[in-house]
């Protein structure tokens, strides 16, 4: 769930960067971006540090920019259950 708000959805996570643009083009980068084994990285690095809002922040950011990758991401994000 959204409210349409990135920067009031990260806040709500926690997460309040400098700058919101910059945190959404780098989140965006390296999660919508990647594909494959990168994008495993990526989404396993990220969601392990809760700077970046943790597993909740890389959900915000699959729903914000890149909704078709959300399976694919969950994927990854199951290795948090293990």
Do not use: H, W
């Amino acid at each position: 769930m959204t409210t349409g708000s990135y920067e009031a959805d990260l806040a709500a996570l926690g997460v309040v960067p400098d700058n919101v643009q910059s945190f959404a083009d780098y989140m965006e980068a390296e999660i919508c971006n990647q594909t494959g084994t990168g994008l495993g990285v990526s989404v396993r690095s990220i969601g392990g540090n809760p700077t970046g809002g943790g597993m909740e922040g890389v959900r915000l950011t699959v729903a914000y920019f890149c909704p078709e990758k959300s399976q694919e991401v969950e994927s990854y994000l199951d290795y948090f259950k293990n």
